[in-house]
């Protein structure tokens, strides 16, 4: 509908914008690749590897080779500002931190993946990331993109830092309740689970086959590092500091997350008062849905696609709300939503290029 008017202004305004990836051969980077090849406004000119410049992309990923043809690049700034406008770091905390300044140097916009800028105080950076900050101004500068809530802010900005994963689940599950004053902030208590690509590529005995088929594991527990990011939203939404009991577990399963939140009502409201609520606030916001009264959503009625999936259930006999939000990890925990961010950046209709529906069964 919108894309037929879109596309026609878009072949009379111009080229399509370049954009490349570091960390293309990660799961962040090969979902970026799957989206923005479909992207009617985005040329991918250039896929960047640390460790494997110079080899082809299909020799790890047969799957993309109608898509990706170009050897893999190394990390050089210059070059990369020499093919692309924009690019996104997919890469691991600590190394967006060093390498996104000198990106922004060259001159490139950037939308990063990892955790290195989401946090405002480099100091509470420090303590959970256990790695040093990137410089204050950085930090100050890059806009937390979690686009159905900071879409003004992601408009025109030259840095996006995209949330979490599970810091997305979260949140979009509990802004609009905690903006109403309809929940006490003191009593949130999240219970988080995740497929094993939340871990990305890599090996480790944690994701290893045996270790976690037909296994639940719960890790990280009060100390994971979402909990400072899910922390600081919600303390600007309250406009008072907010603090909460954030549990992970890993589920042996590929992609997804499921978060169920808790939190104590301050008045006697219904099901149907949440629904109502919830679709206002997101009205006009199509990546996320609200489920009818007492359908909850599955974490495969979301797999594959950038959406974000809420259901309620009030309970008048404890006077308490549970919310239950669902992702998937790589596309609306990172990838996908980086997209979203780089169509709101650019003043485009924020589902270009997304509108897939999840894979079913
Ligand atoms: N997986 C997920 O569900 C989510 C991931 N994220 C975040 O997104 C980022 C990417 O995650 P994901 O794709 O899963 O991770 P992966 O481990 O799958 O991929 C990370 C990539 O970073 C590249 N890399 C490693 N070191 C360097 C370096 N020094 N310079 C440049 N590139 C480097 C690696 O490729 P190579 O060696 O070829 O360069 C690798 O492909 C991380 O920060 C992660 O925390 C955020 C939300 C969800
Ligand atoms: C299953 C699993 O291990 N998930 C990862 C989340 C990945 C992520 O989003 O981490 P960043 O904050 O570094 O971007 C974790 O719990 O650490």
């Known amino acids: ?118 946090i405002k105080d480099g100091s509470v950076y420090e303590t959970w990331y256990k790695h040093t900050a990137p410089e204050n101004g950085l930090l100050e500068k890059a806009v937390y993109g979690l686009s159905e809530i900071y879409d003004k802010k992601v408009e025109g900005a030259g840095l996006i830092s995209n949330p979490g994963c599970y810091s997305t689940a979260t949140l979009l599950g509990l802004i609009p309740v905690l903006d109403a004053g309809w929940i006490d902030p003191a009593s949130i208590i999240i219970d988080a689970k995740s497929g094993v690509s939340g871990a990305g590529r890599g090996t480790s005995l944690m994701t290893h086959y045996a270790e976690i088929n037909e296994n639940l594991k719960a890790y990280k527990v009060n100390k994971h590092q979402h909990i400072p990011e899910i922390e600081q939203t919600l303390s600007w939404v309250a406009g008072k500091p907010v603090t909460v009991t954030f549990t992970t577990h890993l589920v042996p399963m590929t992609r997804g997350i499921m978060c169920t939140t808790y939190a104590s009502l301050l008045g006697t409201y219904t099901e149907g008062d949440l629904i109502e609520l919830y679709r206002g606030f997101y009205k006009g916001r199509p990546f ?74």
């Open 1 to 118: 509908m919108y894309a037929a008017v879109e596309s026609e202004v878009w072949l009379v305004n111009g080229e399509k914008i370049k954009v490349a990836i570091v960390g293309s051969t990660g799961y962040g980077g090969v979902e970026l690749i799957r989206f923005l090849w479909g992207h009617p406004r985005v040329e991918i000119t250039s896929v960047i590897s640390a460790s494997s410049a110079g080899s082809l992309l299909t020799e790890g990923f047969p799957h993309l080779s109608e898509i990706v043809v170009q050897t893999l690049d190394g990390v050089d700034p210059a070059e990369i500002a020499a093919k692309a406008d924009v690019v996104f770091t997919a890469t691991p905390s600590g190394v967006s931190g060093k390498l996104v300044p000198e990106l922004l140097e060259a001159g490139l916009k950037v939308i990063d993946l990892s955790g290195d800028f989401r």
């Open 288 to 361: 996320v849905r609200v489920r009818e009264k007492g359908i909850w959503p599955a974490t495969k009625e979301v797999f594959g696609s950038n959406y974000c999936d809420i259901g309620f259930a009030a309970d008048s006999r404890t006077g308490r709300l549970t919310i239950i939000s669902v992702i998937d990890n790589i596309v609306k925990g990172a990838a996908g939503q980086a997209i979203q961010n780089l169509n709101l950046m650019m003043g485009w209709d924020e589902t270009t290029g997304l509108k897939l529906s999840p894979v079913y069964p």
